[in-house]
């Protein structure tokens, strides 16, 4: 009986264990949640990579993501991913994005994201990465993006190397 009970014992912590989500839990700073915070595995040599998360704006007035840092990239910046006559271009938000208040903002494959240069390392799935976003009224915000698949839930989003050369907005 004692194996038994020994397993009876453990019960409720793999029950904690296999219940934790996937995803990052969510990060309050202020007025802002964030949640969802993800990037994407990189092919071994790649200098850029990007990062996807969801910000929710509680508040009753605009916050804006100005920017950020990261062991991991030598820079992050802010940028906006769009199409202009069947092209797909990408450009450094210089101003920030404005996340308005009540108002939740997605940065996802093809739109806004993060986008993290000088690689110091390959970022594999699974792994957590960390960084620091800034925002105007929130502050430093430090979270960790949870690595996913090459090209996951991005149709596409495995061409963004191909698209930061054609993008002549681009400085490397
Ligand atoms: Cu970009």
Redesign the pocket.
């Known amino acids: 009986m004692k194996k038994l009970s020994s397993i009876v014992a453990l019960a409720p912590l793999l029950v904690v264990l296999l219940g934790v989500p996937a995803q990052a839990d969510d990060v309050k700073a202020g007025d802002l949640v964030i949640s969802q915070a993800w990037s994407r595995a990189t092919p071994s040599g790649a200098k850029?990579a990007?990062g996807y998360l969801t910000i929710e704006n509680k508040g009753s007035a605009p916050d804006r993501l100005v920017g950020g840092a990261g062991d991991v990239a030598g820079k992050l910046?802010v940028?906006e991913?769009t199409t202009e006559n069947g092209v797909m271009k990408?450009r450094a938000l210089e101003q920030g994005l404005v996340i308005e208040p009540g108002k939740t903002v997605k940065l996802a494959p093809g739109g806004y994201?993060l986008?993290m240069f000088d690689l110091k390392n390959p970022l594999k799935q699974g792994d957590k990465v960390p960084v620091t976003l800034e925002f105007e009224k929130a502050g430093k915000v430090t979270l960790s993006l949870d690595v996913q698949a090459v090209g996951a839930q991005a149709p596409g989003g495995g061409g963004?190397m191909e698209m930061?050369k054609k993008s002549p907005d681009?400085k490397m």
Do not use: A, I, T
């Open positions: 850029v990007g910046e940028h991913m990408m994201h986008m963004h930061m681009h």
